[in-house]
Structure formats: structure tokens, C-alpha cells
């Protein structure tokens, strides 16, 4: 007999039936990766070169876990310097949209002195800006960080616009009746009740990074996992880009799972948006 769960219209899925649920394309792809790369090399349906086989990528593991370049830096060295970059342009992206957010979804003179702005920015490719920020702050570290921080900010700006747009007038009413000034009355009134919203675009937001941080380690290579990848790819060393890009997702996949339990943590009220 099939589960009413199963069948039915936005049901909710136990968690452990989610989990295997979850689990089955995972096992799905990865049976049809070791059946097309199994054998020897000339019997295979798709060659190493394109396709290592599950073996090959976990032995790349061990050569990356020592010095994998002439800088003596291992896959723990590449992850922290790709880590730190993330951190900091996110939180320089979120030290100017979070409050430009506020203020444009909360007055609209502000709102319509940026929006212009911040409609463009939506429009510009992102690669683009990787030779700006190399023009403006050269091949350091810097210009690393302050790319992130605009991929970042440019995909959150409009979500926390959003988010504040979303708050029902009868509040804002409601607290005006009350007494509320209009300080108290974003501080007290938009903000708080925005913020579930806000975390979840930020939570989406923190995604965006990730995107583009092989984007802007590759060109200046100064190490990070964007930088082991295009390495590995250059010494046709397959087996270590596929393991680099798993590596990726699985810090990814965590990081989401953070901000999905900090999110519950912080407003238990509200309903799981994963």
C-alpha cells in the first residue's frame, strides 16, 4: 500500500523516508558514474581524461592531502584561503546591502535615488567585473574579496528590498496608531518582522559566492580551490578536478545546513523555508 505521504498534495514527508528519498539520485548517479568509467582505460564508455572513475578521484585525495603546488599548500591550505575569501566579501556585502536594503524598501525617495542603480547592476555580467576589480585593486587579495562582496551584494540588495516590501501595511498603521514615531516604527516594526525573510535571502544569498569563487581565483592564481582546479585541469589531472568540485558542494551543502538550523534557532515561529 502507498503512503498517503507519498501521494498526496504538499504532504509532509517523514524525515526519514525525506532522507532516503534524498539519498536514491545520489546512488542513481553515482552507479551509472562507476558503470560508464569501470574496466580498463581502453574499454571504457567515457575515458579518464573526461571522466575519472569513483576510484581515481578518491586516490586524488591522497596526493592533495600533501603539498599539491610550489607554494608547498595543501587541499586544507586551498580551503582555508577560499573560506576566508567568502567570509569576508560576504560580510563586506552585507555591511552595504543590509542597511541600503532597509532604506530603500523603507522611504521612497531613497528608493528612487538607487533604484536605477540597482536595477542596472542586475543586468552587468559577473565576470565582467573580475578585470574591473583587477583595474581598481590590482591581483591581491583585495580585489578577490571585493569581487565576491558585489557578486554577493548584487544578488542580495533586491532580496532585502523585497523582504521589506513584504511587511503588511496593518502593521506599519498599527504602530503609527499606537504612538510610534518613524524611527521606532522600522526599528521596532519592519525590521523584526522582515527578518525571517531577510535570513532566508541570506541564506540563498550566501550561495552566490560559491558560484564565482572558481571565477575569481583562476585568473590570478594565488591559491584556493578555484585555483586547484584550473591546476589540475591544466596538468590534465582529472581525478582532482571532480574531487575539488565535490569538495566545493559538500562545504556548500554544510554551510546551507547552518543557516537552515541557525534560522530555525532564531525563529521557531516561523515555518522551515528549506
Avoid: C
Avoid at 546591502?97 to 542586475?122: D, H, N
Avoid at 525571517?196 to 544569498?205: K, Q, S, V
Avoid at 578555484?226 to 585541469?233: F, K
Amino acid at each position: 500500500m502507498i503512503p498517503k505521504w507519498a501521494v498526496g498534495i504538499r504532504s509532509n514527508v517523514p524525515r526519514r523516508a525525506s532522507i532516503i528519498l534524498g539519498l536514491l539520485p545520489i546512488a542513481f548517479l553515482v552507479s551509472v558514474w562507476w558503470i560508464v568509467t569501470r574496466g580498463a582505460v581502453e574499454e571504457r564508455v567515457i575515458g579518464p581524461v573526461i571522466l575519472p572513475s569513483p576510484t581515481e578521484v578518491a586516490d586524488s585525495l591522497r596526493d592533495l592531502l600533501k603539498s599539491s603546488d610550489q607554494e608547498d599548500r595543501t587541499l586544507f591550505d586551498h580551503t582555508w584561503l577560499s573560506l576566508r575569501r567568502i567570509a569576508l566579501g560576504y560580510a563586506l556585502a552585507l555591511a552595504v546591502a543590509l542597511p541600503l536594503g532597509i532604506l530603500m524598501g523603507a522611504f521612497g525617495s531613497a528608493r528612487s535615488a538607487f533604484e536605477p542603480l540597482v536595477t542596472a547592476s542586475g543586468y552587468v555580467p559577473i565576470a565582467t567585473l573580475v578585470p574591473l576589480t583587477m583595474s581598481w585593486f590590482g591581483t591581491d587579495e583585495l580585489q578577490k574579496v571585493v569581487f565576491l562582496a558585489m557578486a554577493f551584494g548584487i544578488f542580495l540588495l533586491p532580496m532585502v528590498i523585497n523582504a521589506i516590501d513584504s511587511v503588511p501595511e496593518v502593521y506599519l498603521r498599527t504602530s503609527y496608531t499606537l504612538g510610534a514615531n518613524r524611527r521606532q516604527a522600522i526599528l521596532r516594526v519592519l525590521i523584526p518582522i522582515a527578518l525571517p525573510d531577510i535570513w532566508h535571502r541570506m541564506r540563498l544569498a550566501f550561495g552566490v559566492g560559491w558560484t564565482y569563487l572558481v571565477l575569481a581565483e583562476v585568473v590570478v592564481k594565488n591559491g584556493g580551490l578555484g585555483d586547484l582546479i584550473d591546476t589540475a585541469r591544466r596538468r590534465a589531472l582529472s581525478g582532482r578536478v571532480y574531487l575539488v568540485i565535490v569538495v566545493i558542494t559538500l562545504i556548500a551543502w554544510v554551510a546551507d545546513l547552518g543557516w537552515e538550523r541557525a534560522g530555525r534557532l532564531l525563529f521557531p515561529y516561523r515555518r522551515s523555508r528549506s
